[in-house]
């Protein structure tokens, strides 16, 4: 089992930045691939970014590439997603989720844990 907590959300302007974090705790974290999920209101749940377990392999969605860095420390046992030139479109609650098989992935379903997730705001 592991257990996922996401930190550092918020309020920001358009054009701001924010730095999420993913706490994991319960199980060794470099043994699991990383995701990054948001859910708008009144939306699917989207892909943002997903990271390999040593980091070496990493690549994120469309709507965020070049804005967004997804990274981990495995000896923090931490996650991390680096946003900036946040629009109004990035607003949505996001989530951070753990893969025991190998691999990363855009695709939900395959990952085994998630985190509760954190509010993202970003005014206009």
């Known amino acids: 089992q592991v257990q996922l907590v996401e930190s550092g959300g918020g309020l920001v302007q358009a054009g701001g930045s924010l730095r999420l974090a993913c706490a994991a705790s319960?199980?060794?974290?470099?043994?699991?691939?990383m995701g990054w999920f948001r859910q708008a209101p009144g939306k699917e749940r989207e892909f943002v970014a997903t990271?390999?377990?040593?980091?070496?392999?990493?690549y994120s969605a469309d709507p965020v590439k070049g804005r967004f860095t997804i990274s981990r420390d495995n000896a923090k046992n931490t996650g991390y997603l680096q946003m900036n030139s946040l629009k109004p479109d990035d607003t949505a609650v996001y989530y951070c989720a753990a893969k025991r098989s190998w691999g990363t992935s855009a695709v939900g379903n395959e990952y085994d844990y998630w985190g509760q997730g954190t509010q993202v705001t970003v005014s206009s």
């Open positions: 319960g199980r060794t974290f470099s043994n699991y691939a």
């Open positions: 990271i390999s377990r040593s980091g070496g392999i990493r």
